[in-house]
């Protein structure tokens, strides 16, 4: 537990948290101005954990100083933001100039621009007194897109990612003049006398069909991501084990054509788990899901564990799900590891938390289980979009704001979550304590070092399927509200997201997979995000 001081913050201790995006107060949803403490300003700083640890005020300045000197041996910025067809100008950074600077960029879907530039030739910019020398390197008009800067000075190399948005995003169906009318439903309230316990994809599918008769022409639902299951079961759609792979308890069973081949997922089906065995699992308003999952995953693991003819028909179809979605053995691996070392990830043998798994660390067939299942789920998924899309229908996905702290994410990329803290929200007049959600939030300098791949990742599983994304809690791609774990939610503190770099990214997937996207505002978002920015991103 943070214990909060009123003692005074002190200039340098302010100025450093400015520097890295901490905000030293708010304002919470009962429209009280919380300043911040020392205390819960040191915390922040330090789960940042890529400076000296700051015990007390008095290294603040150093720590500043320090900062200041990273910025101008970085040269450039990890992330550039752009407009399409534009030419532009980003910041070089340079302790001492050189005679000349070698420029690249590398275009996304191929093709490069090579160029040398005397330095004498650079427009030097204005700086504060405290801030590193700076002079603007012009850059030609580029297309929409991701493409690599390369500048070599002296011996050193150093890259960084240009993120060229749309000049004004694709309104796609929030024209002016579209109008809808949209439902929405839980896929676990969805549950029918075929489906398993809870619902399926085809269980939304025919909610789909029957609201179709009344003009519905937008079908969302909660967040249909990987969770924690059925042993250890995580019922939350909010705190996924990863925001790219779907979740295998939504399979239909009855949809998957090869389970018929096989003798052991049908004696399953239809007797271990009959119908009236089924039935159990959903009684008097309650859904059993860690058992229906648990079913689920027995017929499919007796299926994939089946030798015959047809396997091979199948590990064709597996193949090249994996050559287009090649990250998903990894994700397989994780999850067998999961069930052989346990959920916490850092408990595991050294190698294995690391993010390196041997070949003997992970049960095979569990491996297996994790493929097909990811497999199958996934042209389910693609499958219900286009018989939405014959309709004239859209499905509505939900993309939370995190992640859970044992998933998949956070141990493939463990730099980029800052572990000893949380994401939440202050106090309002619901909660009068604030909230802690149990998801790390990101790193907000660490994801622009990999350019949001993580973030690039998530928008594009979900607008593969889907006509419209929401954005769950959407003023998180400007700032988040850390909580320090163990405390409470009045010692947690607003940090700046890279803002104008992920809204970039959004426009530009929206407009690649002609997407909608809705951002969620229960009127806490401020007006730069609600009012600037719709007219660019139709957010």
């Not at 346990?342 to 095979?364: H, I, M, Q």
Request: glycine share 6%.
């Amino acid at each position: 537990m943070v214990q909060l001081s009123d003692a005074p913050v002190p200039p340098s201790l302010l100025d450093l948290a400015h520097a890295r995006g901490i905000e030293t107060h708010y304002v919470d949803g009962r429209g009280h101005e919380r300043p911040a403490s020392v205390e819960s300003l040191l915390t922040v700083l330090n789960a940042l954990g890529d400076m000296e640890t700051l015990a007390t005020p008095a290294g603040a300045r150093h720590a500043l100083r320090h900062y200041s000197h990273e910025r101008v041996e970085r040269v450039l910025e990890p992330v550039y933001v752009l407009d399409e067809g534009v030419s532009a100008m980003v910041t070089l950074r340079m302790a001492r100039k050189l005679a000349s600077v070698d420029c690249r960029i590398e275009f996304e879907f191929g093709g490069e621009s090579s160029w040398q530039v005397r330095t004498d030739e650079l427009a030097m910019l204005e700086t504060a007194p405290e801030e590193p020398r700076a002079w603007a390197l012009a850059l030609p008009a580029m297309r929409v897109g991701y493409h690599q800067l390369c500048v070599i000075i002296g011996k050193r190399t150093i890259w960084s990612t240009l993120i060229v948005r749309p000049l004004r995003g694709a309104p796609h169906r929030f024209s002016r003049d579209w109008r809808a009318y949209s439902v929405q439903a839980p896929i676990f309230s969805l549950h029918s006398q075929r489906s398993w316990g809870s619902g399926d994809v085809e269980d939304l599918d025919e909610f789909a069909r029957l609201v179709a008769y009344q003009g519905a022409t937008v079908v969302s639902t909660l967040p249909l991501l990987a969770s924690f299951g059925p042993y250890d079961f995580e019922a939350s759609p909010y705190r996924p084990v990863s925001r790219r792979f779907w979740n295998d308890r939504w399979i239909a069973l009855d949809q998957v054509e090869f389970l018929s081949h096989s003798f052991a997922a049908q004696q399953l089906m239809n007797d271990t788990y009959s119908p009236a065995h089924r039935a159990t699992w959903s009684q008097v308003g309650h859904v059993d899901g860690a058992a229906a999952f648990a079913a689920k995953r027995q017929v499919i693991q007796a299926w994939a564990a089946t030798q015959s003819e047809f396997m091979a028909l199948y590990e064709s179809g597996l193949r090249s799900y994996v050559t287009e979605h090649p990250e998903v053995n990894d994700y397989a691996r994780f999850r067998a590891a999961g069930e052989r070392f346990g959920r916490n990830f850092r408990e595991w043998p050294s190698t294995a938390k690391s993010g390196l798994l041997r070949w003997n660390d992970v049960d095979p067939t569990l491996v297996r289980y994790h493929l097909f299942a990811q497999w199958i789920i996934d042209e389910q998924m693609t499958e219900l979009s286009q018989r939405l899309a014959q309709r004239g229908q859209t499905l509505q996905l939900d993309i939370p704001i995190g992640v859970h702290p044992d998933g998949y994410d956070v141990w493939k990329y463990p730099t980029e979550y800052i572990s000893a803290m949380s994401i939440g929200a202050p106090a309002d007049d619901l909660t009068t304590d604030g909230q802690t959600w149990g998801a790390p939030p990101l790193h907000p300098a660490r994801i622009r070092e990999n350019a949001h791949q993580q973030f690039r990742e998530a928008l594009r599983c979900h607008m593969r399927v889907a006509g419209v994304v929401r954005i769950d809690h959407v003023m998180g791609l400007q700032r988040l509200f850390w909580v320090p774990d163990g405390a409470s939610a009045r010692d947690g503190l607003y940090v700046k997201m890279p803002f104008h770099e992920l809204l970039a990214i959004v426009a530009i997937e929206a407009l690649r997979f002609g997407c909608g996207v809705v951002g969620e505002d229960l009127g806490t978002v401020d007006g730069d995000l609600r009012e600037a920015k719709i007219g660019r991103a139709h957010v």
